[in-house]
């Protein structure tokens, strides 16, 4: 079996080269075959609740209905997540990766957020409506060249935000020329469910069954109070409740009529009977973990730096992706009720064009992490590239984060 080695990267991100490497690992839930697991929930095109996303699949030969466990968004915000972890963890090599921080100050803490683990990465809505210096953001050469940056020559990004250039992102505030990067690196985790059919054969989406949910409260399943003292309730944990969740408990208080007393569940006081008012998790056959990492798409880039450099940049890009990947993969964490385990070591191939693959090693953190250093390594060398860690140091407005709200699951 093939190492996945720097002269592969080399090789892939050189005119010609390899379209895609692929990782596939079949996964199962971790109470064994017979337990179900929670899918990922999305908001229904109407009313108000949640769904599960359902697609039609083939498994080999055969169609069958697949359930979203884990969505394609939520697999690069896993891997991003990873490298962050690693950043903040101080890890050598990784705490060179160039990236974006923006500082806010709130309730006399200061809270820091970067352009790995922000939805629009390098073009975020908070990076650009914070200050360099006292600059604001946009308007500081250092960003500018970043927002000019094109396929033509990327270097700016690649020295400031590079997780931009593995996994995406969209300048899509901008009057013109704007950046719109894809992600080249892509995944998922879906499950097969059993196949059901109607009358004339055809398959039927699945309708997941529901759950019950119950608390206990051990002082009493019902609690009453009367309108004073719930009120002074809330009030006197204002500062701790969100303003939903304080002006919800004053109008359930401000509807208690005098001499009367009524139920404290506003407050999470008294229990609340079973009621099959949640959606139930999912039997699945197959689980199956799949990641792309597109060289066609690293090589539409160039870097200034001639073509062995050019070369060496996408290596680079490619490691950095294989590393997050290595990092997430080993931290199967989704959700409540949905711990899956590996059922076998992950499959890793290389399109070697012309409908010929190769199996390659599957690369392991500490695998990953050499990886990417000898990438680096020859980077500096031969494109004259620069990772030193954080690259742009931003100040947050701070009117955008004293208008920030936790919302909960009470909106």
Same mark, same amino acid.
């Given at each position: ?5 720097? /002269? ?5 991100? %050189? ?32 009313? @108000? ?52 921080q923006v ?20 073009? /975020? ?50 009057? %013109? ?47 009453n109070l009367? @309108? ?19 002006? @919800? ?7 208690? @009529? ?6 404290a569940s ?18 699945? !056959? ?23 450099? !050019? ?76 990772? %030193? ?9 701070? /009117? ?12």
């Open positions: 079996m093939r190492s996945l080695n720097l /002269d592969v990267l080399l090789a892939a991100g %050189s005119p010609g080269g390899s379209s895609c490497l692929t990782s596939t690992t079949t996964l199962e839930p971790a109470g064994g075959r017979h337990t179900s697991v929670a899918p990922a929930k999305f908001a229904p095109e109407r009313g @108000k609740g949640s769904v599960y996303a359902y697609e039609q699949r083939f498994l080999g030969d055969e169609s069958r209905y697949a359930a979203i466990i884990d969505s394609k968004q939520s697999q690069l915000n896993r891997a991003e997540q990873a490298l962050a972890q690693a950043i903040e963890d101080g890890h050598p090599l990784l705490s060179r990766v160039p990236h974006v500082t806010y100050e709130r309730d006399g803490a200061v809270e820091r957020y970067y352009d790995l683990t922000l939805p629009h990465r390098v073009f /975020d809505g908070h990076i650009r409506a914070g200050t360099i210096d006292g600059v604001p953001t946009t308007q500081t050469p250092a960003y500018r060249a970043v927002r000019d940056a094109s396929p033509a020559n990327a270097r700016a990004l690649l020295e400031t935000s590079p997780i931009t250039l593995v996994f995406g992102g969209w300048d899509s505030s901008r009057r %013109s020329r704007q950046g719109r990067w894809r992600s080249a690196l892509v995944g998922e985790i879906v499950g097969f469910v059993a196949a059901s059919r109607d009358g004339t054969g055809a398959l039927m989406e699945p309708k997941p069954g529901r759950r019950g949910g119950a608390r206990v409260d051990p002082v009493g399943m019902q609690i009367d @309108k004073k003292t719930m009120t002074e309730t809330a009030n006197w944990q204002q500062a701790e409740l969100s303003p939903v969740t304080h002006s @919800k408990i004053l109008k359930a208080a401000g509807a208690i @009529k005098v001499g009367t007393a009524e139920s506003a407050l999470g006081l008294g229990g609340i009977p079973p009621t099959l008012d949640q959606l139930a998790g999912v039997a699945c !056959d197959t689980i199956i973990r799949t990641h792309v990492l597109s060289f066609a798409t690293l090589r539409q880039m160039r870097f200034g730096a001639g073509v062995d450099g !050019d070369a060496a940049c996408r290596a680079l890009l490619a490691a950095l992706a294989l590393n997050a990947l290595a990092r997430s993969d080993a931290e199967l964490c989704l959700r409540a009720n949905c711990d899956l385990v590996e059922a076998e070591q992950p499959k890793v191939r290389l399109d070697q064009r012309g409908g010929s693959f190769a199996d390659v090693e599957p690369l392991s953190i500490d695998a990953a992490d050499l990886l990417l250093g000898e990438a680096l390594a020859h980077a500096e060398k031969v494109a004259d590239v620069t990772w %030193s860690g954080l690259a742009m140091r931003v100040d947050g407005n701070p /009117d955008i984060v004293s208008g920030a709200l936790e919302t909960g699951d009470d909106q």
